[in-house]
Structure formats: structure tokens, C-alpha cells
């Protein structure tokens, strides 16, 4: 009996420690009334604003506590954007130029009229930081997409000044055209450029194809079905890639910083780390770090970041994601071995399409129904 009560005793202290340890959360609105927030970020200009994507086309600006319209592209968007119902097209993706503050240069990911994946470059209207110029428009890029779904849509500026840019495999359902492992196309890809040329973009010399026959040079990392969101941790440079999956598993990808690029993570070969077609032979394919199967646990994963902000200490340097379809929000911990563990920190109950970093690196989450919040100690 004495033993007994000993081991009961053990692991309640076990259960309570491991309990103290997860860390409190709660969501702070900061701006409600958006139409299909997806998008939230920073232009780390030392303004504190924050700008917040809708989907339909607006990019608003929020700047002590007010918002206003920073950039509209609805006219520049296919019509089926703002039809009503469900779609994976619009306004997609933004990032901000490493020297923004001097330059007022900005990039935007979105879907033309013809749904295409375009990459373009603006600028701020001269005297007027809170207000994008539509005028100043320069393609850089124009992907053909072969369907509705699976455009990808994140951008982000890496630690070694360069734009990242995030493809879906084109769409449909099992890659059909095998985008995924196909090197002749941007589709199913991370791509690595260099936009600080005054016009169009460079190559930087240092991505893994280039000088490769036949394959495309602005491709960093291939073997990826849907990479909605990804992000890179601002103490350390990792990456981090959340990549969609198809019916079963979804799962979180991670290169260390000073990576040299060229991973295959996969797709269509694998789903996560479950075999999806046996038929497609994959050589040194990189498992993921994280996966979870489908169901309660949700069923779209929005990739978030590593959390660097001091308002929760408890959750530095934790690696912050959640579910479109359960709203459900984990923190990640890496060991000393190397292996990742998850924690729930919150249940959803709403779709979470994105996560959002300020300039001190606070975190935020968006709810597809129209709401921005600010995660907040309990």
C-alpha cells in the first residue's frame, strides 16, 4: 500500500510540474471587422505598425490602434475572389525590403486575374509611409497555376538579405502533375531570390541548381505540397516551413541557419512521414519535425514562429503553429537530442489562417471570420 501511494504521489508531482510548465495563453483582439484576415506583419522599419492582409484585396495598416488602408488590389484579383464561398486565391503573401525604411520597396504574393501566382514589387507613395503605391507595380514573377487550389502564398526575407517565396504543387488533389519533384517548375517549391537590383531580380550564385541543365535556379527546396505559412526565427535563422497536407497528416519541415539549400521533403511520395504514392521514387527525402494525423486535431496546418517577445517568458524560443480547421494552437520545444515535442497551449474555435510577428517580437493570430488578436499571458 505504501508503495502504491508512493507511485501515485510521483506522478501526480510529475503531472503537476509538467502542468506548471505549459504555458498560459490568451487572445487580445487588436482590430475586428476584417474581411478574411490571412496575412499579419511587420515592416521592421521601427514604426511599430502592423499590416494586416485581407484576402479580397485591402492590406490595411494599424498604427496606434488605427487602421486605414495601405494597399488595394481587389481590381487586380480574378473575379471568383470575391464571389462568395470558399477559395485559396487572393491577396496571399507580403514582406517588407531589409532596408525598407530607406527604400519604402514592399513585395506582395497574390493571384491574378487569370489566377495566376504573381510576384510584384511596389513602393510607398513619397511623403506618405501608411499609403502603397499602386502605380509603381513591377512583375517579377508570373507562375501559371493549373488549378484553383495550392498556391503557397508566404514571402519572407531570410537572415542573408534574400526574398523566399513559397509555391504550392498547382493544386488539384495527389499532385497530378508531380510539381512536387519535378525541377522544371516553380510549382511545389521554395524559391531564393535576390531583388536588390533597382529592376526585375538576380539569382544569388550561392542557390543549390544553379548551372544545372533543365533545372529551374531560383528553386531552394522542392518536394512540398501547399506551403501556406513559413517563417524564420529571428535570434537564431532557422527555417521553418508548415507545409498542408493532403487526407491524413500534416507537418512542420525545419532547416538550421547556414543551410545550403536543395532538400527534397517529399511530396508526392510522402505525406508527413505515411507513404502517399509508392510509385514516385524519392532519393534522401528530409522527414519532418513535427506531424499530426488528421481529426481532432484539425486538418490545414498555419505555420507560425518561434517566439522571441518578452510578455511570456515561459514560451521563448518555443516554435508557435495551429490549425485552420480545429483553431487549435501548440507550441513546439526542441531537445538536447534534437527531437521536437508539442504542447497544446489552446483549443480553436475559430479558422486561425495565420500567424503574425510584431517588431519586438510579440505574436498574433487571425481569425478567418474577420478578427486579429494578440496572444496574451493568462
Not at 32 to 50: F, H, K, M, T
Not at 157 to 171: K, R
Not at 326 to 339: E, N, V
Request: charged residues 20%; hydrophobic residues 35%; proline residues 6%.
Amino acid at each position: 500500500m505504501f508503495k502504491r501511494l508512493s507511485w501515485l504521489i510521483a506522478v501526480w508531482m510529475l503531472t503537476s510540474a509538467a502542468l506548471a510548465q505549459t504555458p498560459q495563453i490568451t487572445l487580445t483582439p487588436i482590430l475586428e471587422g476584417v474581411n478574411r484576415p490571412i496575412g499579419i506583419y511587420n515592416a521592421g522599419d521601427g514604426s511599430g505598425r502592423l499590416f494586416i492582409i485581407s484576402q479580397g484585396g485591402p492590406i490595411f495598416v494599424v498604427q496606434d490602434g488605427e487602421a486605414s488602408v495601405f494597399l488595394d488590389l481587389t481590381g487586380r484579383l480574378s473575379r471568383d475572389v470575391n464571389a462568395g464561398g470558399y477559395t485559396e486565391r487572393g491577396v496571399l503573401g507580403l514582406a517588407f525590403s531589409p532596408t525598407f525604411a530607406e527604400d519604402g520597396r514592399f513585395y506582395v504574393n497574390y493571384t491574378g486575374r487569370r489566377g495566376e501566382t504573381i510576384i510584384s514589387r511596389f513602393t510607398v507613395l513619397p511623403n506618405s509611409p501608411n499609403e502603397g503605391d499602386l502605380t509603381s507595380e513591377e512583375q517579377l514573377l508570373a507562375v501559371e497555376q493549373p488549378f484553383a487550389n495550392h498556391n503557397g502564398g508566404d514571402m519572407a526575407f531570410g537572415p542573408d538579405g534574400f526574398l523566399y517565396i513559397s509555391l504550392g504543387d498547382g493544386g488539384s488533389a495527389g499532385d497530378p502533375i508531380n510539381a512536387g519533384q519535378r525541377l522544371d517548375t516553380l510549382l511545389g517549391k521554395i524559391l531564393r531570390i535576390d531583388v536588390s537590383t533597382p529592376t526585375g531580380y538576380d539569382i544569388p550564385p550561392s542557390n543549390p541548381f544553379v548551372g544545372i541543365d533543365s533545372v529551374l535556379p531560383e528553386i531552394w527546396a522542392y518536394g512540398l505540397r501547399n506551403v501556406w505559412r513559413f517563417s524564420f526565427d529571428r535570434e537564431t535563422g532557422d527555417f521553418f516551413m508548415a507545409d498542408v497536407g493532403q487526407g491524413r497528416m500534416e507537418e512542420v519541415n525545419f532547416e538550421p541557419a547556414g543551410f545550403r539549400g536543395g532538400a527534397n521533403y517529399g511530396w508526392a511520395a510522402f505525406e508527413g512521414t505515411r507513404v502517399f504514392n509508392e510509385r514516385i521514387r524519392v532519393n534522401n527525402p528530409v522527414a519532418p519535425i513535427i506531424t499530426y494525423e488528421h481529426g481532432e486535431n484539425g486538418c490545414s496546418i498555419t505555420g507560425g514562429y518561434v517566439y522571441r517577445g518578452t510578455a511570456i517568458p515561459a514560451l521563448v524560443g518555443k516554435y508557435l503553429y495551429g490549425d485552420f480547421c480545429s483553431g487549435h494552437i501548440w507550441a513546439a520545444t526542441r531537445s538536447a537530442d534534437g527531437t521536437w515535442t508539442s504542447e497544446r497551449l489552446l483549443n480553436g474555435s475559430f479558422p486561425l489562417t495565420s500567424f503574425g510577428e510584431d517588431e519586438n517580437g510579440e505574436l498574433y493570430v487571425a481569425n478567418h471570420r474577420g478578427v486579429v488578436y494578440r496572444i496574451d499571458p493568462r
